[in-house]
């Protein structure tokens, strides 16, 4: 399943959130353009935060019956 943005954004271990992780910290970024990463990435968890708020409201298909058909086989078709 396809997620656009993750459940939980850590600033423990950014290589763990893209799979990479070799049980080890990743060294902080240097170089010219260090500060504008750090703030579009502290950006970013901010919109991610803030992406992730849920409207609690009740809607009248809330609890509607629902048919679930589960297909398993190969679909072809005009032979």
């Not at 656009?4 to 990743?26: H, K, L, S, Y």
């Not at 919109?47 to 009740?58: G, K, L, R, T």
């Amino acid at each position: 399943m396809y997620k656009r943005i993750a459940d939980i954004i850590t600033g423990d271990d950014p290589a763990a959130v893209v799979g990479v992780d070799e049980n080890q910290q990743v060294p902080t970024l240097t170089g010219d353009d260090a500060d504008l990463a750090a703030q579009d990435a502290a950006c970013a968890r901010l919109e991610a935060e803030n992406a992730m708020d849920i409207d609690n409201n009740s809607s009248e298909f809330e609890d509607s019956p629902v048919k679930m058909v589960v297909l398993d086989g190969i679909v072809m078709g005009p032979t």
